[in-house]
């Protein structure tokens, strides 16, 4: 099945990829104007740390509530999640706006952090929805390539027409459109019309009698729930409950092991990118344009779109190849994922850092696709969003440890071997990944199931 048959056969999932394309276009939109300017307002010599704070302010909001999204996703309709949403994004997005004309590092953290508290709902959701509205595993191959390709592209375009703007044209005017890309997205999902999980129907008005009959029994179980105990203690039981059932299963529970190490490195990537890219286009376009940190970040992030762009299709034929299992290709794919950002660390020009950026987001969607795949296909429709939730969860507390230290390390030695180190640990988690599969394995043979 090829991504055009895809979604022209799949009409909700057509619908929510397009929801997809459009709040992600506007969130590389207004990243790079956000980058900037905190660099900005930072000066010289604390910009490492200040893009840290603010990278940590973007993230640690999907630690915090990411195990309660994962429960609300598995209990409330999925598709309603994310209208609220996107909503609920429209009106924060706004909030850039008052942080550029006050000129205040403490609001831009701010407007970062609710805009990412709440998309932690959102992201819950929506990856708990796809194994519902695409069914078996070639189909959830090309539906993950596709949405690994979609983000990559969202981050070329987004990151090119913001760093336009924001370069030419100002700020302002990219806070505003980002705000109005999550309304767009939100009436999109709206009109999405299959089951979302199990238990509730999305957008239908005439249930028959069996969906009735489940609607009642939901209702009463969680009426249970919250007479005999309170709601917050229901929630966190939920939650161990689905880290439990993550513990039980090998694949899910090497999965995660090796996605943390995997949190740490692209922490600090995430760190320092912005970084580099502002250093960097100093070095290439002062002088030339206006805004030579906004082109600089708006080059690489262009670079890391178009690398994921030509990786996905990639992706899609290689996970799909036979000879090798998913698991062979993620493991290797996340060595050369940490190797390629050893190597982009040493890069001493723009355009030689956005060349190996590609090739590093080329086979950086080869590894996503993979272990994507792998957590859907081996996890029960009952706890996909406490699973999601719980890997969200975990990377995100991973990234942000990392986060705080490659800031600060970063302003005392330097960028360049802080992000080698960040390399070098996801090489090492790849490897990790080698060693648990062959002890896995011997158990899984008994099972008659190779990772």
């Not at 999204?69 to 850039?96: C, H, K, T």
């Not at 700020?171 to 999980?197: C, D, G, H, Q, Y």
């Not at 995430?270 to 002062?286: I, P």
């Not at 080059?299 to 762009?309: N, W």
């Amino acid at each position: 099945m090829t991504y055009r048959q895809l979604l022209r056969e799949n009409a909700d999932f057509r619908r929510l990829w397009t929801g997809q394309v459009v709040s992600e276009i506007g969130d590389w939109f207004n990243n790079i104007a956000v980058l900037a300017l905190t660099i900005q307002l930072a000066g010289r010599g604390r910009e490492g740390q200040a893009v840290a704070f603010y990278a940590i302010a973007r993230h640690l909001p999907l630690f915090v509530f990411g195990p309660i999204a994962g429960v609300v996703v598995d209990r409330v309709d999925r598709r309603r999640v994310m209208i609220v949403a996107d909503w609920s994004r429209a009106v924060l997005a706004l909030g850039f706006l008052l942080a550029n004309v006050w000129g205040k590092l403490p609001f831009i953290y701010l407007v970062g952090a609710s805009l990412f508290a709440v998309s932690a709902f959102f992201n819950a959701a929506k990856r708990a929805s796809i194994p519902n509205l695409v069914q078996g595993t070639n189909a959830l191959l090309n539906a993950n390539s596709l949405s690994a390709s979609t983000t990559a592209a969202t981050i070329a375009v987004g990151s090119a027409l913001g760093g336009l703007l924001s370069t030419f044209a100002g700020r302002n005017p990219v806070f505003i459109l980002n705000s109005i890309t999550f309304l767009i997205s939100a009436e999109m999902i709206r009109r999405i019309r299959t089951v979302s999980n199990r238990q509730l129907a999305v957008g239908s008005e005439n249930l028959d009698e069996e969906r009735e009959l489940l609607k009642v029994k939901s209702r009463g179980r969680r009426l249970s729930l919250t007479t005999n105990r309170q709601l917050p203690t229901a929630y966190w039981s939920d939650f161990r409950e689905g880290l439990r059932y993550v513990r039980s299963k090998d694949v899910l529970a090497a999965v995660f092991i090796v996605a943390a190490g995997w949190g740490l490195g692209n922490g600090v990537a995430r760190a320092l990118y912005s970084v580099f890219g502002a250093r960097l286009g100093v070095m290439a376009v002062e002088g030339i344009v206006a805004r030579p940190t906004d082109f600089g970040i708006s080059v690489l992030f262009i670079a890391m779109g178009l690398g994921g762009v030509l990786g996905a299709p990639i992706a899609r034929r290689s996970n799909s190849a036979a000879g090798e299992s998913l698991g062979t290709r993620m493991g290797r794919s996340l060595l050369f994922d940490g190797c390629g950002l050893v190597l982009f660390s040493f890069m001493p020009h723009l355009w030689g850092a956005s060349l190996v950026l590609i090739a590093r987001e080329i086979n950086f969607a080869i590894w996503w696709t993979a272990q994507q795949t792998l957590i859907m296909t081996r996890t029960e429709d009952r706890f996909a969003g406490r699973v999601f939730a719980s890997y969200e969860t975990l990377t995100t507390l991973m990234m942000v440890g990392a986060m705080l230290i490659a800031g600060a390390a970063a302003d005392r030695f330097g960028i360049r071997p802080v992000a080698a180190t960040g390399g070098a640990v996801i090489a090492l988690s790849g490897l990790m990944w080698f060693v648990l599969r062959r002890r896995r394995n011997a158990n899984a043979r008994v099972a008659g199931e190779i990772i």
